[in-house]
Nanobody, 120 residues
Framework: QVQLVESGGGLVQAGGSLRLSCAAS??????MGWFRQAPGKEREFVAA????????YYADSVKGRFTISRDSAKNTGYLQMTSLEPGDTAVYYC???????????????WGQGTQVTVSS
């Protein structure tokens, strides 16, 4: 199993920045992804990173604004979010899986989520 703990969420004004962290423990994994879920909407893919080789993959909606990274020594993943918009307001989840993908079903373990609220 993999245990995941997110942190770093909060309230920020539009145009601002936040960095989310996801601390992982337990068994090894191939990829870490970030997803988000706004009220009344489906959970959607944001970004993913291959843990061993730093390959990344982004949703079009965040490309150029968000950056996913990882610190293998700390077994922690990050999501740096800049130029935040009210539409980015959601609960953000990190997850680990066996492939680098945006498909939610292919992620096996999930964190509890952290709230990000962007005010206009």
């Amino acid at each position: 199993q993999v245990q995941l703990v997110e942190s770093g969420g909060g309230l920020v004004q539009a145009g601002g920045s936040l960095r989310l962290s996801c601390a992982a423990s337990g068994r090894a994994f191939y990829a870490m992804g970030w997803f988000r879920q706004a009220p009344g909407k489906e959970r959607e893919f944001v970004a993913a990173i291959r843990w061993s080789a730093d390959s990344t993959y982004y949703a079009d909606s965040v490309k150029g604004r968000f950056t996913i990274s990882r610190d293998s020594a700390k077994n922690t993943g990050y999501l740096q979010m800049t130029s935040l918009e009210p539409g980015d307001t959601a609960v953000y989840y990190c997850a680990t899986g066996r492939v680098l993908t945006g498909l939610r079903a292919l992620y096996d373990y999930w964190g509890q989520g952290t709230q990000v609220t962007v005010s206009s």
